[in-house]
């Protein structure tokens, strides 16, 4: 649009001016300078201006993330693994800033795990368990809280 204004301007002062002037050809270098200055000035205002935009959608972005990541790895697992996870970040990114290489860590040895003794899991796998659950409803499949 700015482009457009500057060229119709140009073009009137060509067509509306006396043809004749000496003065008429320094005049018309002045405001294409001029307008091409403001034109200029305009563009990097404008890109300034996107810059600040992006740059405020990605910090909104990231930090309704790092709540929804946070409030979604709360619900699958328990916060003293959390803190775990995140004190070896901590220190993994704070030893790779000092040394400028990564920790070598036996794969085996992982400090995010705790030992319990006696302990017994039990896997187990309920034979038609989706068309049990289709025919029961919820108190009879999961018992009555009382």
Same mark, same amino acid.
């Given at each position: 649009?700015?482009?457009?204004? %500057? ?14 002037? #000496? ?13 091409? /200055? ?11 201006? $996107?810059?600040? +935009? @992006?740059? %405020?959608?990605? #910090? @909104?972005?990231? /930090?309704?993330? %790092?709540?929804? @990541? ?8 328990? !916060?003293? +693994? ?20 990564? +920790? ?10 705790? $030992? ?8 187990? #796998?309920?034979?038609?368990?989706? $068309? ?5 409803? +919820? %108190?009879?499949?999961?018992? !009555?809280?009382?």
């Amino acid at each position: 649009m700015a482009l457009f204004v %500057s060229v119709f301007d140009i073009m009137t002062l060509i067509l509306i001016t006396d043809v004749g002037s #000496d003065m008429l050809w320094r005049r018309i270098l002045s405001d294409v300078i001029y307008l091409a /200055c403001i034109n200029g000035l305009g563009i990097y205002f404008r890109y300034m201006n $996107e810059i600040v +935009i @992006r740059r %405020s959608f990605l #910090d @909104r972005r990231d /930090c309704i993330m %790092s709540t929804f @990541r946070e409030q979604l790895m709360s619900s699958i697992i328990p !916060n003293n +693994i959390i803190d775990k996870v995140k004190q070896n970040y901590i220190e993994t990114t704070k030893y790779f800033l000092t040394n400028k290489k990564y +920790i070598r860590k036996n794969p085996f040895d992982n400090s995010l795990l705790d $030992e319990h003794n006696d302990v017994t899991i039990l896997f187990a #796998d309920i034979v038609h368990y989706t $068309e049990m659950t289709i025919k029961l409803n +919820i %108190s009879d499949l999961f018992g !009555n809280p009382q």
